[in-house]
Protein backbone atom coordinates (compact mmCIF):
# COMPACT_ATOMS: atom_id res chain seq x y z
CA UNK A 1 0.00 0.00 0.00
CA UNK A 2 3.13 2.38 0.00
CA UNK A 3 4.58 1.69 -2.78
CA UNK A 4 3.95 4.47 -5.38
CA UNK A 5 1.49 3.31 -8.19
CA UNK A 6 2.86 3.27 -11.83
CA UNK A 7 1.47 7.29 -12.74
CA UNK A 8 3.14 8.98 -9.86
CA UNK A 9 6.44 6.91 -10.35
CA UNK A 10 5.81 8.58 -13.92
CA UNK A 11 5.29 11.91 -12.71
CA UNK A 12 8.62 12.18 -10.79
CA UNK A 13 8.37 14.41 -7.32
CA UNK A 14 5.80 16.37 -6.60
CA UNK A 15 5.81 19.76 -7.35
CA UNK A 16 5.72 22.81 -5.06
CA UNK A 17 4.53 25.90 -6.87
CA UNK A 18 4.44 27.84 -3.67
CA UNK A 19 7.95 27.08 -2.93
CA UNK A 20 9.48 27.67 -6.51
CA UNK A 21 7.24 31.24 -6.42
CA UNK A 22 8.96 32.12 -2.57
CA UNK A 23 12.59 31.58 -4.11
CA UNK A 24 11.87 33.83 -7.05
CA UNK A 25 10.05 36.99 -4.55
CA UNK A 26 13.30 36.29 -3.13
CA UNK A 27 15.49 36.47 -5.65
CA UNK A 28 14.22 39.36 -7.28
CA UNK A 29 14.23 41.45 -3.81
CA UNK A 30 17.91 40.44 -3.41
CA UNK A 31 18.60 42.31 -7.07
CA UNK A 32 16.54 44.85 -6.25
CA UNK A 33 18.59 45.86 -3.09
CA UNK A 34 21.97 45.03 -4.96
CA UNK A 35 20.71 47.95 -7.91
CA UNK A 36 20.41 50.49 -5.49
CA UNK A 37 23.90 49.12 -3.32
CA UNK A 38 26.34 49.24 -6.57
CA UNK A 39 24.61 51.02 -9.18
CA UNK A 40 25.90 54.15 -8.01
CA UNK A 41 29.54 52.81 -7.88
CA UNK A 42 28.56 51.73 -11.39
CA UNK A 43 26.85 54.78 -13.24
CA UNK A 44 29.74 57.32 -11.24
CA UNK A 45 32.85 55.27 -12.97
CA UNK A 46 34.63 57.33 -15.15
CA UNK A 47 32.13 60.54 -15.28
CA UNK A 48 34.84 62.49 -13.03
CA UNK A 49 31.97 63.34 -10.65
CA UNK A 50 31.76 63.21 -6.74
CA UNK A 51 28.42 61.30 -5.07
CA UNK A 52 27.84 62.08 -1.38
CA UNK A 53 28.71 59.70 1.43
CA UNK A 54 26.69 56.60 1.56
CA UNK A 55 25.34 56.96 -1.62
CA UNK A 56 24.73 53.55 -1.76
CA UNK A 57 22.63 53.43 1.34
CA UNK A 58 20.51 55.92 0.64
CA UNK A 59 19.86 54.81 -2.62
CA UNK A 60 18.85 51.47 -0.91
CA UNK A 61 16.25 53.98 1.71
CA UNK A 62 15.00 55.98 -0.79
CA UNK A 63 14.12 52.69 -3.11
CA UNK A 64 12.61 51.33 0.18
CA UNK A 65 10.55 54.28 0.43
CA UNK A 66 9.18 53.87 -2.95
CA UNK A 67 8.14 50.54 -2.44
CA UNK A 68 6.68 51.36 0.47
CA UNK A 69 4.45 53.92 -1.07
CA UNK A 70 3.64 51.40 -3.74
CA UNK A 71 1.86 48.82 -2.45
CA UNK A 72 -0.64 50.56 0.24
CA UNK A 73 -1.40 52.98 -2.92
CA UNK A 74 -1.61 50.97 -5.31
CA UNK A 75 -4.29 48.59 -2.74
CA UNK A 76 -6.71 51.84 -2.42
CA UNK A 77 -6.34 51.83 -5.96
CA UNK A 78 -7.74 48.56 -6.79
CA UNK A 79 -10.08 48.26 -3.84
CA UNK A 80 -11.73 51.32 -5.63
CA UNK A 81 -11.83 49.40 -8.63
CA UNK A 82 -13.09 46.19 -8.07
CA UNK A 83 -16.07 48.17 -6.45
CA UNK A 84 -16.94 48.99 -10.18
CA UNK A 85 -17.33 44.98 -10.68
CA UNK A 86 -20.98 44.55 -10.49
CA UNK A 87 -20.22 40.78 -9.54
CA UNK A 88 -17.22 41.03 -7.96
CA UNK A 89 -16.45 37.97 -5.58
CA UNK A 90 -16.14 39.25 -1.91
CA UNK A 91 -12.34 37.32 -0.88
CA UNK A 92 -9.86 39.54 -0.51
CA UNK A 93 -5.95 38.92 -0.25
CA UNK A 94 -4.53 40.01 3.31
CA UNK A 95 -3.74 43.56 2.93
CA UNK A 96 -0.01 44.87 3.05
CA UNK A 97 -0.54 47.97 3.81
CA UNK A 98 0.54 47.99 7.39
CA UNK A 99 4.03 46.12 6.89
CA UNK A 100 4.86 48.90 3.87
CA UNK A 101 4.33 51.83 6.13
CA UNK A 102 6.53 49.93 8.56
CA UNK A 103 9.18 49.74 6.23
CA UNK A 104 8.27 53.11 5.25
CA UNK A 105 8.74 54.56 8.37
CA UNK A 106 12.48 52.77 8.59
CA UNK A 107 13.59 54.29 5.38
CA UNK A 108 12.09 57.82 6.31
CA UNK A 109 13.57 58.29 9.39
CA UNK A 110 17.15 56.27 8.08
CA UNK A 111 16.79 59.25 5.57
CA UNK A 112 16.01 61.86 8.05
CA UNK A 113 19.08 61.25 9.93
CA UNK A 114 21.34 61.56 7.47
CA UNK A 115 19.64 65.25 6.82
CA UNK A 116 20.36 66.06 10.50
CA UNK A 117 23.76 65.48 10.29
CA UNK A 118 24.28 67.62 6.88
CA UNK A 119 23.54 64.73 4.91
CA UNK A 120 26.47 62.35 6.22
CA UNK A 121 26.47 59.45 7.42
CA UNK A 122 26.03 59.36 11.34
CA UNK A 123 28.28 57.08 12.91
CA UNK A 124 26.54 57.23 16.15
CA UNK A 125 23.12 58.06 17.84
CA UNK A 126 25.65 61.18 19.10
CA UNK A 127 26.17 62.27 15.84
CA UNK A 128 22.37 62.51 14.92
CA UNK A 129 20.75 65.86 15.65
CA UNK A 130 17.19 65.80 15.86
CA UNK A 131 16.63 69.35 16.92
CA UNK A 132 18.09 70.33 14.13
CA UNK A 133 15.78 69.08 11.58
CA UNK A 134 13.56 72.00 12.40
CA UNK A 135 15.72 74.23 11.36
CA UNK A 136 16.15 73.42 7.52
CA UNK A 137 13.73 72.78 4.54
CA UNK A 138 15.24 69.06 4.07
CA UNK A 139 14.80 68.08 7.92
CA UNK A 140 11.28 69.29 7.78
CA UNK A 141 10.17 67.46 5.13
CA UNK A 142 11.75 64.54 6.08
CA UNK A 143 9.52 64.87 9.47
CA UNK A 144 6.87 65.41 7.62
CA UNK A 145 7.72 61.84 5.77
CA UNK A 146 7.92 60.39 8.79
CA UNK A 147 4.92 60.84 10.60
CA UNK A 148 3.06 60.90 7.66
CA UNK A 149 4.20 56.52 7.50
CA UNK A 150 3.57 56.23 11.17
CA UNK A 151 -0.04 58.07 10.61
CA UNK A 152 -0.45 55.96 7.48
CA UNK A 153 0.41 52.75 9.09
CA UNK A 154 -1.84 53.17 11.83
CA UNK A 155 -4.53 54.42 9.41
CA UNK A 156 -4.21 51.24 7.78
CA UNK A 157 -5.18 49.23 11.14
CA UNK A 158 -8.01 51.56 11.38
CA UNK A 159 -11.62 50.64 10.59
CA UNK A 160 -11.61 53.05 7.66
CA UNK A 161 -7.84 52.45 5.89
CA UNK A 162 -9.15 54.77 3.20
CA UNK A 163 -8.28 57.47 5.20
CA UNK A 164 -4.73 56.33 4.20
CA UNK A 165 -4.61 58.36 1.10
CA UNK A 166 -3.89 61.73 3.05
CA UNK A 167 -0.55 60.80 5.13
CA UNK A 168 0.52 59.06 2.01
CA UNK A 169 -0.34 62.19 -0.14
CA UNK A 170 2.05 64.06 2.18
CA UNK A 171 4.52 61.55 1.66
CA UNK A 172 4.65 62.36 -2.24
CA UNK A 173 4.34 66.14 -2.01
CA UNK A 174 7.27 65.72 0.49
CA UNK A 175 9.14 64.21 -2.06
CA UNK A 176 8.30 66.18 -4.58
CA UNK A 177 9.40 69.45 -3.08
CA UNK A 178 12.74 68.16 -1.53
CA UNK A 179 13.95 67.44 -5.07
CA UNK A 180 13.53 71.12 -6.36
CA UNK A 181 15.20 73.06 -3.72
CA UNK A 182 14.38 76.78 -3.43
CA UNK A 183 17.68 77.78 -5.78
CA UNK A 184 16.50 75.64 -8.40
CA UNK A 185 14.87 77.47 -10.96
CA UNK A 186 10.91 77.37 -11.29
CA UNK A 187 11.01 75.22 -8.04
CA UNK A 188 7.29 75.03 -8.02
CA UNK A 189 7.20 73.65 -11.66
CA UNK A 190 9.82 70.91 -10.96
CA UNK A 191 7.99 69.92 -7.55
CA UNK A 192 4.55 69.47 -9.61
CA UNK A 193 5.85 67.48 -12.31
CA UNK A 194 7.74 65.58 -9.94
CA UNK A 195 4.71 65.17 -7.94
CA UNK A 196 1.98 64.08 -10.88
CA UNK A 197 5.25 61.27 -11.87
CA UNK A 198 5.57 60.15 -8.70
CA UNK A 199 1.50 59.46 -7.83
CA UNK A 200 1.19 58.05 -11.47
CA UNK A 201 3.81 55.67 -11.04
CA UNK A 202 2.55 54.86 -7.70
CA UNK A 203 -0.50 53.28 -8.70
CA UNK A 204 0.65 52.02 -11.66
CA UNK A 205 3.22 49.54 -10.01
CA UNK A 206 1.35 49.11 -6.72
CA UNK A 207 -1.99 48.33 -8.37
CA UNK A 208 -0.94 45.90 -11.12
CA UNK A 209 0.64 44.57 -7.93
CA UNK A 210 -2.67 44.19 -5.93
CA UNK A 211 -4.37 43.34 -9.58
CA UNK A 212 -2.55 40.54 -9.83
CA UNK A 213 -2.69 39.06 -5.64
CA UNK A 214 -6.51 39.92 -6.27
CA UNK A 215 -6.89 37.64 -9.46
CA UNK A 216 -4.98 35.04 -7.92
CA UNK A 217 -7.02 34.98 -4.53
CA UNK A 218 -10.18 34.67 -6.84
CA UNK A 219 -8.89 31.42 -8.46
CA UNK A 220 -9.76 32.15 -12.66
CA UNK A 221 -13.07 33.43 -11.89
CA UNK A 222 -14.47 35.61 -14.51
CA UNK A 223 -14.38 38.88 -12.52
CA UNK A 224 -10.41 38.72 -12.40
CA UNK A 225 -10.28 39.77 -16.51
CA UNK A 226 -12.81 42.35 -15.92
CA UNK A 227 -10.61 43.66 -13.50
CA UNK A 228 -7.52 43.51 -15.46
CA UNK A 229 -9.04 45.42 -18.50
CA UNK A 230 -10.37 48.29 -15.89
CA UNK A 231 -6.98 48.18 -14.81
CA UNK A 232 -5.59 48.17 -18.01
CA UNK A 233 -7.28 50.74 -19.26
CA UNK A 234 -6.34 53.39 -16.93
CA UNK A 235 -2.64 52.14 -16.63
CA UNK A 236 -2.65 53.48 -20.17
CA UNK A 237 -3.50 57.05 -19.04
CA UNK A 238 -1.09 56.80 -16.28
CA UNK A 239 1.47 55.69 -18.43
CA UNK A 240 0.97 58.62 -20.56
CA UNK A 241 1.45 60.84 -18.02
CA UNK A 242 4.43 59.44 -16.45
CA UNK A 243 6.00 59.86 -20.08
CA UNK A 244 5.07 62.94 -20.45
CA UNK A 245 6.16 64.60 -17.27
CA UNK A 246 9.52 61.96 -17.50
CA UNK A 247 10.16 63.72 -20.92
CA UNK A 248 9.79 67.53 -19.41
CA UNK A 249 11.33 66.85 -16.05
CA UNK A 250 14.69 65.45 -17.98
CA UNK A 251 14.37 68.19 -20.76
CA UNK A 252 14.46 70.69 -17.26
CA UNK A 253 17.97 69.26 -15.96
CA UNK A 254 19.41 68.14 -19.34
CA UNK A 255 18.38 70.73 -22.27
CA UNK A 256 17.64 69.37 -25.69
CA UNK A 257 20.70 69.84 -27.42
CA UNK A 258 22.94 68.50 -23.79
CA UNK A 259 20.72 65.20 -23.85
CA UNK A 260 22.58 62.78 -26.04
CA UNK A 261 25.89 63.75 -24.55
CA UNK A 262 25.14 63.82 -20.93
CA UNK A 263 23.01 60.09 -21.18
CA UNK A 264 26.66 58.42 -21.55
CA UNK A 265 28.64 60.67 -19.74
CA UNK A 266 27.16 61.55 -16.35
CA UNK A 267 26.32 59.72 -13.93
CA UNK A 268 22.89 60.63 -13.91
CA UNK A 269 21.85 60.45 -17.55
CA UNK A 270 23.33 56.93 -17.69
CA UNK A 271 20.59 56.01 -14.60
CA UNK A 272 17.95 57.83 -16.15
CA UNK A 273 18.87 56.23 -19.59
CA UNK A 274 18.29 52.77 -17.96
CA UNK A 275 15.57 53.33 -16.23
CA UNK A 276 13.89 54.34 -19.78
CA UNK A 277 14.76 51.01 -20.91
CA UNK A 278 13.58 49.44 -18.40
CA UNK A 279 10.11 51.67 -18.73
CA UNK A 280 9.99 50.74 -22.17
CA UNK A 281 10.13 46.81 -21.44
CA UNK A 282 7.68 47.20 -18.86
CA UNK A 283 5.20 49.14 -21.79
CA UNK A 284 6.00 45.57 -24.03
CA UNK A 285 4.67 43.55 -21.62
CA UNK A 286 1.45 45.84 -20.80
CA UNK A 287 1.13 46.04 -24.18
CA UNK A 288 1.33 42.09 -24.58
CA UNK A 289 -1.34 41.38 -21.64
CA UNK A 290 -3.81 44.08 -22.95
CA UNK A 291 -3.83 42.31 -26.69
CA UNK A 292 -4.03 39.04 -24.51
CA UNK A 293 -6.85 40.31 -22.79
CA UNK A 294 -8.66 41.72 -26.03
CA UNK A 295 -8.08 38.56 -28.67
CA UNK A 296 -6.57 35.18 -26.42
CA UNK A 297 -9.85 32.12 -26.17
CA UNK A 298 -8.87 32.57 -22.22
CA UNK A 299 -8.38 36.20 -21.40
CA UNK A 300 -6.92 35.28 -18.21
CA UNK A 301 -3.43 34.30 -20.09
CA UNK A 302 -2.75 38.14 -19.33
CA UNK A 303 -1.41 37.15 -16.04
CA UNK A 304 1.52 36.09 -17.20
CA UNK A 305 3.12 39.23 -18.86
CA UNK A 306 1.38 40.96 -16.07
CA UNK A 307 3.30 39.07 -13.47
CA UNK A 308 6.88 39.90 -15.66
CA UNK A 309 5.25 43.60 -16.13
CA UNK A 310 5.33 43.51 -12.27
CA UNK A 311 8.97 42.39 -12.15
CA UNK A 312 9.90 44.90 -14.22
CA UNK A 313 8.62 47.47 -12.07
CA UNK A 314 9.97 46.70 -8.77
CA UNK A 315 13.29 46.90 -10.93
CA UNK A 316 12.27 50.27 -11.93
CA UNK A 317 11.63 51.08 -8.22
CA UNK A 318 15.17 50.39 -7.38
CA UNK A 319 16.93 52.01 -10.12
CA UNK A 320 14.78 55.89 -9.09
CA UNK A 321 16.29 55.19 -6.12
CA UNK A 322 19.59 54.98 -7.46
CA UNK A 323 18.46 58.24 -9.76
CA UNK A 324 17.30 60.65 -6.15
CA UNK A 325 20.98 59.80 -4.77
CA UNK A 326 23.43 60.85 -7.75
CA UNK A 327 24.40 64.07 -8.25
CA UNK A 328 22.44 66.08 -10.48
CA UNK A 329 23.44 67.48 -14.42
CA UNK A 330 21.79 70.68 -13.60
CA UNK A 331 22.55 73.14 -16.48
CA UNK A 332 19.72 75.63 -16.49
CA UNK A 333 18.89 77.72 -20.00
Known amino acids: MTRPTAEVAASGPARHPGTWRAVAVLLLAAVAALIPLLG ?12 APGVGGIALLRGLLFAALCVPAGELFVDRLVRRLPDAPTERPTGWAVFAAAAGFVAALGLASVVSTGNLVPRSLADIDVG ?11 LIEVNAFLLAGLCARARRPATQVWPLAAVAVAEALRAHPAPEHSPLLGSALT ?4 ACATLW ?6 ALRMLRRW ?21 AAITATGVWSSLRRMPAGTVLDQLTTTAYGRTLLA ?6 AV ?3 ALWARYRLRRAADPLTAYVPARAEVAVLGVVVAVSGVLTALPLPIRWT
Open 219 to 239: RGREAGAALLGLYARVAAVLL
Open 132 to 142: GLYRSRDGKLA
Open 275 to 280: KVTLVA
Open 205 to 210: AGGLLH
Open 40 to 51: PSAALRGTGEAA
Open 195 to 198: LVHL
Open 283 to 285: AVL
